[in-house]
């Protein structure tokens, strides 16, 4: 697994969405990654460190990691099939031990940069 960043997200003018670009931490290698404008403006608001005034969905999903003592290890963009991208997210937590979780890129990756945790990509 290779660890990425965020680089930047750039409208996509054929999807009439926006493109996530995950660049390699160590490398010059870059994924775009298709996501909705909801998921979009949730990441960028993530990237900013914007508080709102009530919490988004990505904001209330780590508010519950956290409820429960969990953590987020890391989050897996682990493969394309059949053009759509898959994730998973790795929790832990004392209670529950760890559990891999099935999500969009999209969510995963807006839960990650909430949570500082690793994006790693296949």
């Not at 989050?75 to 209670?95: C, I, K, N, P, W």
């Amino acid at each position: 697994m290779i660890p990425v960043k965020v680089l930047k997200i750039s409208y996509h003018p054929e999807s009439r969405s926006y493109a996530v670009i995950l660049k390699e931490i160590a490398g010059d290698k870059c994924l775009p990654v298709i996501v909705g404008s909801f998921e979009a403006q949730s990441i960028a608001l993530a990237i900013e460190v914007v508080d709102t005034p009530r919490p988004l969905t990505h904001d209330l999903i780590c508010d519950v990691i956290t409820g429960i003592d969990g953590s987020l290890k890391t989050v897996r963009v682990s493969h394309l099939q059949d053009g759509v991208f898959y994730a998973q997210m790795e929790l832990e937590s004392d209670d529950i031990g760890n559990r891999i979780i099935d999500a969009r890129p999209s969510d995963a990756i807006a839960v990650a940069l909430r949570m500082n945790a690793p994006i790693l990509v296949a």
